[in-house]
């Protein structure tokens, strides 16, 4: 197996259907995917270091998600017309679905929380706003070019759920997530 | 508690006076705060994780720095006009104090040093990569709308702080920075 | 010691040959190396902690790898003209006979696998893309100026680096990587 194909060195590179610069808003939306991947990579790899048993159901979301977030990035990395897209309105429903099963094993709270807690937590803060970073990219996309409109729902959706997971992540552990004191009450 | 709303759907989203594009520079600008105040949380929690004991004054500096982050943020989010800025010229006053009184634990060095040493210090030069691409989002706003000049201050001197405290960390651990070889004397 | 100088609170900063805005895309560039840097920091850190013997070449390996990003990191500062580069076509030789012997470790796969395993394997994928986000900056700062092209080829070729090096790490670890199922054979 040899994976360097010396092919990128010239700075253009292959998507599906097309040669386009690596400076192309498309890759950079779906490089940005993959980088959000990564950091679920990990929220998964301290859960398991963790206590896996503890963590063994959110250890099956995330991984469903790795799952998605390929086909998310192949949604993105497809030039249209070359092919169906992957995601799907019912994608987004069942994370609408995760995320209110894990906001209720949390206290509600009226004011923004300081990204953190465990471990655990602070890797589900840092996935939220690479994954927000992700989203703003796909929209960077979308005045560009067509996109599957789905995914970027989907993406919006995510970072809802790594809110939702991060706090039940200190949920489980007894932690309290600790306010913005200076600000006023955003959450209804 | 709801926390999707579904607003945000068609790729618009609320700033502090307007709807804008997510790919707004603004949106970007405190959504890479947002970015940085989470590895700031998982800055604490790895000192946490470490020895709380050891670190005890620098996790209550890095808490109150996630605050402030929020004050950077919601400057950094409102449209001009809208409300008076949270932050002043006193608060980067008081990071260059702590960025002096961490400092005089290391030993001074004259080369670059490689990002990295203990888990703790290898996460403080994360934020403060971080941080500075924050500030070059700030800086990018400012080229297209005014902003508070003090919040990217404030994110300008952050960075050096969080040298301080990579290098700090590592003088605890006794671990000694690494110097970069092919480089010239840098800092004086 | 004093590191803060003030001197770039009006949103502008030197670079090696002249001063620039730091919304300028040679800063951009320069600071994600930056930020890749730390990652590779990170990488290095788990790795002592897991188990240094285990590691003990991937460690060394990446420590030289820390001093190159700096050189690929000056050689991106400089403006053209001013002094000469420092990475070559061997130090890219360098890193392609690395990912040939890591690869070697690890069974080979036919479709994209999850970014993910240990926490060793989870940072470096984590570089992996860190490091690709790099490369697309310095081919952004290509289209607006003359760079060094042998450290655009360097980082291309890294992040195929950090792709073998988390497949050895889990292989190491005897932790099987996840396949990508909806995808199809991608790998020759
Ligand atoms: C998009 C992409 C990515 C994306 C994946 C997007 C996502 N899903 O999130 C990202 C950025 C993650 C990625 C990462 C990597 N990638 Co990549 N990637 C690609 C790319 C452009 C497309 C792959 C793909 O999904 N193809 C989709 C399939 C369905 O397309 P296809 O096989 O061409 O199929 C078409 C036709 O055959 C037809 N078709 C397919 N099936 C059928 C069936 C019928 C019946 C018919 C009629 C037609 C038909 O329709 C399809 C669409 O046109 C390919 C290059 C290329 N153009 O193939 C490289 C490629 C696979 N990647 C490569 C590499 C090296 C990597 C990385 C290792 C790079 C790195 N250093 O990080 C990583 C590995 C990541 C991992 N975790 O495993 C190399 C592999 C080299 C090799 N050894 O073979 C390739 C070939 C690029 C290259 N260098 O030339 N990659
Ligand atoms: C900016 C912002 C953020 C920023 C925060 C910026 C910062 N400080 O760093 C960031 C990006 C971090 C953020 C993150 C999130 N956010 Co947000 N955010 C907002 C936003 C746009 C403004 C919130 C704010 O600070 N308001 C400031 C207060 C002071 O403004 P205000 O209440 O409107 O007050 C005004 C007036 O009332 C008047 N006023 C106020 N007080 C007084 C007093 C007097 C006497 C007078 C006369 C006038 C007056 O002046 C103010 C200015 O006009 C709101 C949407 C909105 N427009 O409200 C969403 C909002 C609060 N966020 C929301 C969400 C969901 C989130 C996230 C969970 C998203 C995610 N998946 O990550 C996270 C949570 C983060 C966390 N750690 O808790 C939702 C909450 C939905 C809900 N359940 O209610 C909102 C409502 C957006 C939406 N979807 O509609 N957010
Ligand atoms: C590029 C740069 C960076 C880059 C490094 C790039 C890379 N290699 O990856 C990055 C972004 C990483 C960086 C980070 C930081 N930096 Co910096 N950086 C610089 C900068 C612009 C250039 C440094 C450099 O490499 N110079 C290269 C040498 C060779 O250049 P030179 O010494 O000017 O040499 C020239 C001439 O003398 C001549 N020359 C040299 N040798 C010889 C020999 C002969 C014989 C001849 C004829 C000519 C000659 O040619 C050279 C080219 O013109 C300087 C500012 C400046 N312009 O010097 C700041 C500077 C060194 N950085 C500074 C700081 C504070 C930092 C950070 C702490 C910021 C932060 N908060 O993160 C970090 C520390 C990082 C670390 N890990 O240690 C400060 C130091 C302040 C101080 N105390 O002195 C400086 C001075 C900027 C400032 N604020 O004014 N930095
Ligand atoms: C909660 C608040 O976060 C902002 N917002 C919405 N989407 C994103 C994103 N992808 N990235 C950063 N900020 C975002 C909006 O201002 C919203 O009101
Ligand atoms: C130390 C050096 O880092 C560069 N510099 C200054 N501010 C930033 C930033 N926000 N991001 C990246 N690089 C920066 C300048 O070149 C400075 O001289
Ligand atoms: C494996 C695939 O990754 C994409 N690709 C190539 N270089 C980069 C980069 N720097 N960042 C993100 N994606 C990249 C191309 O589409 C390539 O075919
Ligand atoms: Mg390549
Ligand atoms: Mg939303
Ligand atoms: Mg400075």
Redesign the interface.
């Known amino acids: 197996?040899?994976?360097?194909t010396r092919r990128?060195?010239e700075?253009q590179t292959a998507v599906i259907g097309a040669r386009v610069?690596?400076?192309d808003v498309r890759?950079?939306a779906y490089?940005?995917v993959?980088?959000a991947?990564?950091?679920?990579?990990?929220a998964?790899?301290?859960m398991r270091?963790r206590d896996g048993q503890k963590y063994s159901d959110l250890i099956e979301v995330l991984?469903q998600i790795?799952?998605e977030l390929?086909?998310v990035g192949?949604d993105l990395a497809v030039v249209k017309g070359k092919r169906p897209y992957?995601i799907t309105a019912e994608h987004v429903d069942r994370l609408?679905e995760w995320?209110?099963r894990c906001?209720q094993e949390a206290p509600?709270?009226k004011k923004?929380i300081?990204?953190?807690?465990?471990?655990v937590?602070?890797?589900l803060?840092?996935c939220?706003?690479?994954v927000?970073?992700a989203?703003?990219r796909a929209?960077?996309l979308?005045?560009n070019d067509e996109i599957n409109h789905e995914a970027?729902?989907y993406l919006?959706?995510l970072s809802?759920l790594f809110?939702?997971l991060a706090r039940a992540a200190n949920a489980r552990e007894k932690i309290e997530d600790?306010q913005?004191?200076?600000?006023r009450e955003v959450?209804?």
């Open positions: 197996m040899k994976i360097y990128g060195d700075g610069s690596k400076d890759v950079e490089g940005t993959d980088e991947n990564s950091f679920v990579g990990d998964i790899a301290r270091e991984t790795q799952q390929f086909d192949s992957k609408e995320v209110d906001l509600s709270v923004f300081l990204p953190g807690g465990t471990p937590a602070s890797s803060h840092i939220r706003t690479v927000r970073r989203e703003r929209v960077t979308t005045l970027r729902r919006n959706r809802d809110f939702a600790i913005y004191e200076r600000g959450f209804r």
